[in-house]
């Protein structure tokens, strides 16, 4: 059990620590800057997906039986994420924004950022208590989905009137979210069993909800180029192919 806290409160970390990456785009134009990110979009969208199909979904079907009740707490975690979304965050952002954003955003922005990072820590705890692989396999989707993730908050707070410091140090502060779910899901160990049957299902809707509705979506808004589309399907295999990869530490 010892392992499975170790691996966990480093994996929670490491997601934390993804906050501070707006710092490195600070010397980057914003043209070149969301060139880049389309490609992060693309590749954690294959990865989240691929997280879901290749280690959880079959995770559910050899742990639990998969049956009806599987499927609605699949469709709750698209549900719980689609709420999250539309009563707390407002919208997702990903690229950077414009000042059109307000400074009372940004603290709605945060909230839901704070939230949102309780319930990956949440997840992540569930999956190590699963494996240790599954575990890996999901922190590494939950990282690349908040690298897009954090540049564009930075951008936001930014935006809205905050400091680079203060806005890296506000972004990190709702990442540590991350670590306060997962202690409560490793905390609850002792109901491993009950707590993996409902968070597993959650998170496979979760990823799938933002993958389908968040993120490939981004990426149709950049269609005009023929060689950039085919890049972005290429980083959206690698991302499939990076999960697909992971299946050999199991």
Not at 122 to 139: D, H, M, N, Q, R
Not at 179 to 186: C, E, M, Q
Not at 208 to 216: C, K, R, W
């Amino acid at each position: 059990m010892s392992l499975i806290w170790l691996y966990t409160i480093a994996s929670v970390l490491l997601v934390s620590a993804v906050a501070f990456i707006g710092i490195l785009t600070l010397s980057l134009r914003a043209e070149k800057l969301k060139k880049i990110l389309i490609y992060l979009i693309s590749f954690s969208a294959g990865a989240l997906l691929g997280d879901v199909f290749l280690h959880l979904l079959p995770e559910m079907i050899v742990e639990q039986e998969f049956g009806i009740r599987s499927s609605f707490s699949i469709l709750g975690g698209i549900l719980l994420f689609f709420v999250l979304e539309k009563v707390i965050h407002w919208q997702h952002c990903h690229m950077p924004l414009d000042r059109k954003h307000v400074h009372p955003f940004a603290y709605t922005n945060l909230v839901g950022d704070g939230l949102h990072n309780f319930i990956d820590g949440l997840i992540i705890g569930a999956s190590y208590l699963v494996s240790i692989p599954v575990g890996i396999a999901t922190t590494i989707a939950v990282v690349l989905h908040e690298i897009p993730q954090e540049i564009g908050d930075f951008g936001v707070l930014l935006h809205a009137g905050f400091s680079k410091s203060k806005a890296l140090w506000m972004n990190f502060l709702t990442a540590l979210g991350a670590v306060l779910g997962a202690i409560i899901a490793l905390v609850l160990s002792g109901y491993a069993e009950g707590l993996t049957k409902v968070l597993i299902p959650l998170a496979a809707g979760g990823f799938v909800y933002i993958a389908g509705s968040d993120l490939i979506p981004e990426l149709h808004k950049d269609a005009s180029n023929g060689l950039r589309s085919f890049v972005q399907v290429i980083m959206f295999l690698l991302g499939i192919g990076l999960m697909a990869v992971l299946l050999l530490l199991e």
